[in-house]
């Protein structure tokens, strides 16, 4: 530790002896300065013990001692040492009942120490304390390597932990937390996920100095990663502010965890190679040899259904999709496929896992992001998700076109996310409001919708009330309230202004969606 008024005053080649302000003693000494203007404020930085000899001042004054000690104490000043034997032989009463009266520690120095022995106790004490400082933070250093080597990620924590006595916790890309040291600190290290959103906001790197929850302690938040996004991030919880050996050793871990997550990103692109390969030859139908390639990379994901989803956005709306989904696959300890595809990303995910049910979490909140902004349609490079439903590696080229299809239909609905399944089941009427199909059947049946509205006929319904009872004339006359002679004719008239026989069964089923897609309206 520092220097303190203390160990100066038990300092047995010094002699000092206190005058006033004895339980200030424990104070830390930051410099020990010579000084005898009469107002040395304006050169001092705080945590100065200022020694003089009152050359320049009238020290039997009171009310210019009470100024001058004073100004002192506001300026930081710790502790004044007053020589005597030089200008006055013993310290005025005026100084030392200003000093009392303030509570600032004064030291008597006798004749035969010299400042410059005081000055240079005070400086060898802060080298020492600096040196142990040093080689406690090189030692930490060590420790905390040996640990990330032998313990991983984990170990390292525990250490850190050990090393500035609170607690440590590592967080992944998604801001979920991984890890962390002592395990009590799991909840409060949760509780700070809000400062690590805003944390990666940042470029990297990034810190920043939170208070802990429910202010129990103070919390140091680091970004990890030498990316313009950051990869991880580290929390360090402490009752007090770091020293030197402490933050020696924050910066140590920080250089390692940067280090490991930087490989796990090197081996993560390796990763994503060998993905990409084993996508192509599952597309190809060949999946003994994706198995033969993947080996137990991916688990056992190719041997269990899975769901294929193909995303479509900007590069930094499929980073965040990427790092939701293998954030996820990580923290419950699944297998996940990832390969980007240029300006789409590809997934393999195991059916009804939490990669799945992250990517479904991740689109519900773009959604929701989405309507706040209360846009009408979504921007060219906003995010587009088609899922499949579940399949096995002999059904992969299969599910990778439903999954597009299921894409192409999100896009058209202006929806981020749509399942394949939703598509497969219930009614296919939902599908006929897409703009194209309307426009479809506003061009087949405006022929109709004019000459009725000219007040000649009521084409429309009665086209309608015939296809709906399957071309029965006496059931479909009796739904309109006519003769069936007179719906006869009247699906003459549709004939002739359509040129279409409804003989056609391709015609009354065009017909028939034509009717429904108008009536969606």
């Given at each position: 530790m ?6 100066l005053?038990?300092h047995?080649a ?9 339980d200030r003693?424990d ?15 304006p ?12 050359l ?6 009171p009310?210019?001692m ?6 002192l104490v ?6 004044l040492?007053?020589?005597v034997?030089?200008n006055?032989?013993?310290?005025p009463k005026a100084?030392v009942d ?12 006798p004749r ?11 400086s ?8 142990r400082a040093?080689?406690?933070?090189f ?9 990330a080597?032998n ?6 924590l ?7 006595n ?7 890309a998604s ?7 002592p ?15 805003r944390?990666?906001?940042?470029p990297?790197?990034a ?5 802990g929850?429910?202010n129990?302690?103070r919390?140091e ?6 990316g313009?996004?950051?990869?991880a991030a580290?929390?360090v919880?402490?009752?007090a ?5 402490e933050?020696?050793a ?11 997550t ?13 993905g ?5 030859m599952?597309?190809a139908?060949?999946p003994?040899?994706?198995r033969?390639?993947?080996?137990d ?5 190719l041997?269990?259904?899975?769901r294929m ?10 980073a ?7 954030s996820?696959?990580a923290r ?12 789409r990303?590809?997934?393999l995910?195991?059916d009804?896992?939490?990669a ?14 989405r309507?706040?902004a209360?846009?009408?349609?979504a921007?060219d490079?906003d995010?587009?998700?088609g899922?499949?439903a579940?399949?096995g ?11 597009e299809?299921?894409?192409s239909v999100?896009?058209r609905r202006?929806?981020?996310l ?10 296919v ?5 897409d ?13 109709l919708y ?6 000649r006929g009521?084409l429309?319904a ?5 296809l ?7 059931a479909a006359?009796?739904d ?6 007179t719906?006869r004719?009247?699906?003459?008239r549709?004939e ?5 026989s409804?003989d056609?069964p ?15 309206d």
């Amino acid at each position: 530790m520092p220097p303190t008024l203390a160990s100066l005053v038990h300092h047995s080649a010094l002699k000092l002896t206190v005058r006033a302000g004895e339980d200030r003693l424990d104070v830390p000494v930051r410099w020990a300065h010579v000084s005898e203007l009469a107002d040395p404020v304006p050169y001092m930085e705080g945590g100065e013990l200022l020694l003089i000899t009152a050359l320049k001042l009238d020290a039997d004054d009171p009310q210019a001692m009470r100024r001058y000690v004073k100004r002192l104490v506001g300026a930081g000043v710790v502790g004044l040492g007053f020589a005597v034997g030089v200008n006055y032989e013993e310290i005025p009463k005026a100084l030392v009942d200003a000093a009392e009266q303030e509570d600032l520690p004064l030291l008597e120095v006798p004749r035969r120490t010299p400042f410059l022995a005081i000055s240079k106790a005070v400086s060898a004490a802060i080298a020492a304390d600096q040196y142990r400082a040093v080689t406690a933070g090189f030692a930490a250093q060590r420790e905390l390597t040996r640990q990330a080597l032998n313990a991983g990620p984990e170990g390292l924590l525990a250490a850190l932990a050990a090393q500035v006595n609170g607690w440590a916790a590592l967080y992944d890309a998604s801001g979920a937390v991984v890890a962390t040291a002592p395990e009590w600190a799991g909840r409060r290290a949760a509780r700070l996920t809000a400062e690590v959103e805003r944390l990666r906001e940042r470029p990297a790197p990034a810190s920043s100095v939170v208070g802990g929850p429910d202010n129990e302690d103070r919390v140091e938040l680091h970004s990890l990663g030498t990316g313009r996004r950051p990869r991880a991030a580290l929390a360090v919880g402490t009752a007090a502010a770091l020293g030197t050996a402490e933050r020696y050793a924050v910066h140590s871990a920080i250089a390692l965890l940067t280090l490991t997550t930087e490989r796990s990103r090197s081996l993560h692109a390796a990763e994503q190679r060998v993905g990409a390969a084993v996508l192509r030859m599952l597309l190809a139908g060949q999946p003994d040899h994706a198995r033969g390639v993947a080996g137990d990379l991916y688990g056992g994901l190719l041997d269990a259904p899975f769901r294929m989803i193909v995303a479509d956005a900007g590069a930094e709306l499929l980073a965040g999709l990427a790092e939701a989904v293998e954030s996820a696959a990580a923290r419950a300890g699944e297998a996940v496929l990832v390969v980007p595809e240029g300006e789409r990303l590809v997934v393999l995910a195991a059916d009804g896992g939490a990669a799945v049910a992250a990517c479904v979490d991740h689109a519900a909140a773009r959604e929701a992001v989405r309507a706040a902004a209360e846009q009408g349609a979504a921007e060219d490079d906003d995010l587009v998700v088609g899922m499949s439903a579940p399949s096995g590696p002999i059904g992969a080229a299969a599910a990778y076109k439903q999954a597009e299809q299921a894409l192409s239909v999100a896009r058209r609905r202006g929806r981020v996310l749509v399942e394949h399944e939703q598509l497969a089941a219930g009614s296919v009427l939902p599908l006929l409001a897409d703009d194209a199909v309307k426009a479809f059947a506003d061009g087949l049946l405006r022929a109709l919708y004019e000459h009725d509205a000219t007040g000649r006929g009521d084409l429309v319904a009665s086209l309608r009330a015939w296809l709906s009872r399957h071309g029965q004339w006496d059931a479909a006359a009796a739904d309109l309230g006519v003769h069936r002679h007179t719906l006869r004719y009247r699906m003459r008239r549709v004939e002739e202004i359509l040129g279409r026989s409804l003989d056609d069964p391709d015609a009354r089923m065009e017909l028939w969606l034509a009717l429904k897609a108008t009536s969606a309206d």
